[in-house]
């Protein structure tokens, strides 16, 4: 009984008792701490660890049973699967290997680039557009307002005036909702990770865009979820492969980025996303919308958010704050429906109980002040000065056997190789070069190396893109005309 002495219900919380008994015992099972063979306790010894009554226990090993997670042995218990402890160690291997390959990925930052390099590879700002003394202020103002208030626990679905003020910010964009449907994030990944916990079970299948987002990726993998890759094209999706798919494997939703994506800078086109939103309303299947950076908007006539065309409650909508204002703080939101709100507050709070009351209040006053739309202006201004320039220098400098199309807004520029080139072999060259950029495997499910690769313009100035771009132009001849040459001197035959 000691491995189930962790389990505490809360009789309080809105969800049923039962619903929190399963997804406990579900979450003992998948950090491997109820191994195969292991018996649950009986359903008497249960109800009265826990206080509960026994229908409460049959209900959960009911869900636990249904999903293949355990099974009963008539006259003697019920056990953990051993064909899910298989699946587990198979979804494990598969993430690890996984996980070596992205741990290369400079796309947050995370990896030591030296004064001297000029980073293509992150996609965070750098630090010198951060608004520190604005929020500096605001922080300050919130802890002479709120005093020892301000460091108190928020309600887990999000500080309330907060989540008010959302509501009329993200209805400027078009987007209706009610206070209640908004949930409190501490950035986009950990709305990614508390999706996948609330509605993904292991095996469950999942589709993404590809090439898609790692983060995302290592979140589904991460619940062992089934990924199905869905290509994309140069006006979003391929509708016809994902209604193919949507047939064979009924996932449990779609993940997507419709506006600016990441890598590819792709913006789906208006007929594109009526029509996705319509193929899931016929199959009633959730859309994932990863609204990453719908705000650097500098060319596109229509950078609508699918949340805002969304009739029949069917997306999950999520909206960081960290790519354009100070990433380290992680603070974002989420648009829910309806039916799926209290699932996910649950997973909020098993994950971390509630975002940083004091970022909240703070964020709040940011928004009340206006100061956050100033912010977001300057950050316009900045990033369409570093996309001209990177425009200008890809034209000026890059060779033309470089294919690429010129996204409309966003940070992130995406390239292919000629046929039989290696982003990898490129990326080891530039780096030589004091140049890193993020080659085009990390972004694919398969690890496949196309020879594509992203530059970011997130958190370089004006003088390293053209700088940099003018320095990677010369790596990129010089390793495509040496292989070039390489393989015409060994067509040369020798004269006999």
């Known amino acids: 009984m000691y491995k189930f002495e962790s389990i505490k219900l809360d009789k309080n919380h809105p969800q049923h008792l039962y619903v929190q008994l399963y997804k406990m015992i579900k979450e003992l099972i998948l950090l491997g701490h ?36 355990v099974y009963k042995k008539i006259g003697s218990g019920t056990y ?22 992205r741990s290369q990925l400079m796309e947050q930052g995370h990896i030591k680039v030296e004064k001297n ?25 919130v802890l002479d307002r709120d005093k020892g208030y301000a460091f108190d626990y928020q309600e887990g679905q999000g ?53 898609s987002y790692t983060g995302a990726m290592a ?25 193919k798919k949507i047939k064979t494997h009924k996932p449990r939703f779609i993940y997507v980025m419709p506006n600016f994506q990441n890598p590819t800078g792709i913006s789906y086109s208006p007929g594109k996303k009526k029509e996705l939103l319509k193929i899931c309303k016929n199959y009633n299947m959730y859309i994932v919308e ?36 100070m990433p380290g703080l992680r603070l974002g939101f989420l648009v829910i429906p309806s039916k799926l709100h209290e699932n996910l507050l649950m997973a909020k709070h098993t994950t971390d109980i509630s975002t940083s009351g004091l970022l909240q209040r703070a964020f709040e006053l940011y928004l009340d002040k206006g100061i956050w739309q100033q912010h977001l202006k300057y950050m316009e ?3 369409k000065e570093r996309f001209v320039v990177m425009k200008e220098s890809i034209k000026e400098y890059f060779p033309e056997y470089i294919s690429y199309s010129l996204p409309l807004g966003g940070v992130n520029f995406w390239f292919k190789l000629p046929k039989g080139f290696s982003s990898k072999e490129l990326y080891e060259r530039s780096v030589v070069k004091n140049i890193i950029f993020a080659p ?50 060994s067509l040369i035959k020798p004269i006999l």
């Open 219 to 243: 979140a589904f993998n991460s619940r062992g979820a089934k990924m199905i890759d869905i290509p994309l094209q140069k006006d979003g999706l391929d509708l016809d492969i994902l209604e």
């Open 440 to 489: 085009g495997n990390l972004f694919f499910m398969n690890n496949n190396d196309e020879g594509y690769f992203r530059l970011s313009i997130a958190a370089v100035n004006p003088s390293e893109i053209k700088y940099g771009i003018k320095i990677l132009s010369i790596v990129i001849r010089e390793y495509i005309d040496k292989r070039r040459d390489q393989r015409n001197d």
């Open 290 to 325: 990863d609204d990453y950076l719908s705000d650097l908007n500098f060319y596109s006539e229509d950078n609508t958010t699918l949340k805002k065309l969304d009739e029949d409650e069917l997306v999950i909508y999520i909206k960081s704050f960290s790519k354009i204002f």
């Open 159 to 211: 500080y309330y005036q907060l989540r008010k003020i959302l509501k009329d910010y993200i209805f400027h964009y078009g987007i209706k909702s009610e206070v209640e449907n908004i949930q409190i994030i501490s950035g986009a990944q950990q709305g990614i990770d508390i999706i996948s916990k609330a509605l993904v079970n292991y095996g469950d299948y999942v589709l993404i865009e590809s090439p």
């Open 117 to 141: 390099m000029i980073n293509f590879a992150s996609a965070t700002p750098s630090a010198d557009l951060f608004p520190v003394e604005d929020f500096k202020q605001v922080l300050n103002e």
């Open 34 to 69: 109820l191994k195969e063979a292991d018996r649950l306790p009986p359903v008497r010894a249960m109800s009265k660890m826990l206080e509960i009554n026994n229908v409460t226990v049959v209900k959960a090993y009911e869900i636990l049973e249904k999903e293949g997670l």
């Open 381 to 383: 201004d900045k990033y």
């Open 80 to 101: 953990i699967s051993k064909q899910l402890i298989n699946q587990l160690n198979e979804v494990d291997q598969e993430s690890k290997q996984q996980t070596n390959i």
